[in-house]
């Protein structure tokens, strides 16, 4: 037990470089593992392919490098190559190489985890981790990829201003979001109104999130959304690629999708991820209403 909360300790920093996108209830029991469990269960079961490392996280990981055209190096099979090539259609090659330095495979069914994007105090790109133990189908993986892109254009270096000495915006990776910033924009419209009992903007912890979808479930596309307002932004944006467009009188979930459709550059993706993906992706979310 005593690699318990180091390894709890750890997962919650890696966490607050971004959060993930294992949504749903199970997602609120991430950290409660056994870590020694998980150290086992992914030696026995990472898939071959690039020589393994072991994370002090993760156990056994799979290490692949960006290069200067998106593709990884060494090239991944299974699984994870489909995952990769999905993400270059969505997102394109450029954006990419771009954005993200690599992908890290993990196998541990004990991980609440599903995938994260992760990137270290000063970085310019990202990582990209999947756990293959979570990615059950491929409707699950493309929706992950949509959350997942989103933070990466959402939490991009140009997002915020490095300069600043204090923040009169949200404070997040270490900077501050620009003013019109669409995190920033999205935050002042949707989450400044619960005030200071709403999880702050770099909270990980499941159980404050928990209570704030209890007290406003119609306010969210899932629960995971009600973590923080950058995963209710990414989990916003993946029911926006999968939905038709909302009747704003639906709900406060549905305005949430209605202001990604001002975005041109949301409705271009959108546009071009259903013109490939279609038949692919899985369906709409339940939106649930616990104060009807
Ligand atoms: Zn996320």
């Not at 995190?183 to 419209?189: D, I, K, V």
């Amino acid at each position: 037990m005593r690699r318990c909360c180091g390894v709890t300790a750890a997962l919650v920093s890696a966490t607050l470089l971004i959060g993930g996108a294992a949504w749903g209830i199970a997602a609120f029991n991430a950290g409660g593992q056994p870590s020694d469990a998980v150290q086992q269960a992914a030696s026995n079961t990472i898939a071959a392919g690039a020589d393994p490392i072991i994370d002090p996280v993760f156990g056994p990981t799979q290490v692949y490098q960006t290069t200067e055209d998106g593709t990884l190096r060494p090239a991944p099979g299974g699984i994870p190559g489909q995952v990769w090539a999905a993400l270059m259609r969505m997102a394109t090659p450029e954006f990419v190489a771009d954005h993200l330095g690599g992908l890290r495979v993990l196998d541990v069914p004990e991980l609440d985890l599903i995938a994260r994007v992760e990137r270290g105090v000063g970085d310019a790109r990202w990582t990209l981790i999947v756990n293959l133990a979570r990615i059950s189908d491929r409707a699950t993986y493309l929706r992950t990829l949509l959350h997942e892109y989103w933070h990466l254009v959402t939490l991009d270096l140009g997002q915020f201003d490095s300069s600043a000495a204090e923040c009169e915006t949200i404070r997040l990776l270490g900077g501050c979001l620009r003013a019109d910033a669409l995190l920033e924009r999205f935050f002042a419209r949707f989450w400044a109104g619960y005030g200071p009992s709403a999880p702050a903007p770099d909270s990980t912890d499941a159980a404050v999130g928990w209570r704030l979808y209890v007290r406003h479930t119609a306010d969210f596309v899932s629960s995971y959304a009600a973590t923080n307002a950058a995963e209710d932004l990414a989990e916003t944006f993946a029911e926006f690629v999968i939905r038709d467009r909302p009747d704003e009188r639906s709900g406060t979930w549905a305005q949430k999708i209605l202001f990604l459709w001002d975005d041109p550059e949301a409705v271009a993706f959108r546009d071009r991820v259903r013109d490939w993906f279609v038949d692919e992706l899985p369906p709409p979310l339940p939106i649930r209403d616990w104060q009807h």
